[in-house]
């Protein structure tokens, strides 16, 4: 995978957009984005209200993973032009950033997630996503898929890679 590959993202600093770990793949780019764009209609549909009856805005109170990404990137939620920057920076990565898909065996937690998304992105990307697949066949390890590379680091791997040594071993315990 070509690092370079995913043009950068910036944010209204000029510093590289950041996304925390926990915002590891699309669901969660798209879910974000949905948040945003719920609070700003809402946003709206107070001003509209209040103008007209000229009762005061209610509070909004996002997630805390939106929280987390405003803050990470200096953006201010209250603010509709960095509400908008955000959609906007959301849906870039969402196009353009690298995706890694992980197979394993069971469903991991997400703290284990979040640890592989937050080493991918250190080494890797910055804006690397992460997808994750179940294949219980795979019995133990992982399969790392890329755009262009597979890496088969399962126990099914291995005992397929030496059926000759497991063979001779199993025979000769026999003996």
């Known amino acids: 995978m070509d690092p370079n590959s995913a043009a950068p993202v910036v944010t209204q600093t000029g510093g590289q957009f950041v996304l925390p770990p926990q915002l590891y793949s699309l669901v969660e780019i798209h879910r974000v984005q949905r948040e945003l764009e719920a609070i700003e209609e ?3 549909q107070q001003q509209t209200r209040a103008s007209l009856a000229g009762t005061p805005l209610a509070d909004m109170q996002p997630s805390e993973l939106l929280q987390d990404l405003a ?12 509400r908008q920057q955000l959609i906007s920076n959301l849906s870039a990565v969402a196009e353009k950033a690298p995706i890694i898909h992980v ?8 703290s284990f997630v979040v640890a592989i998304t937050h080493w991918l992105r250190a080494n890797v990307h910055p804006l690397v ?4 697949g179940l294949q219980p066949s795979i019995a133990a390890g992982c399969i790392i898929r890329t755009t262009n590379k ?6 099914r791997h291995r ?8 063979i001779q071993a199993l025979s000769g315990a026999k003996q």
Not at 74 to 80: E, G, L, M, Q, R
Not at 150 to 155: A, E, G, I, N
């Open 150 to 155: 597979v890496f088969d680091m399962s126990l």
């Open 71 to 82: 803050a990470q990137n200096h953006y201010a939620i209250t603010d509709a032009a960095n």
């Open 42 to 44: 809402a946003l709206r």
């Open 103 to 110: 197979g394993l065996a069971a469903d991991p937690p997400t």
């Open 129 to 132: 996503l992460v997808r994750i």
């Open 159 to 166: 005992f397929e890679q030496n059926t000759d040594k497991l």
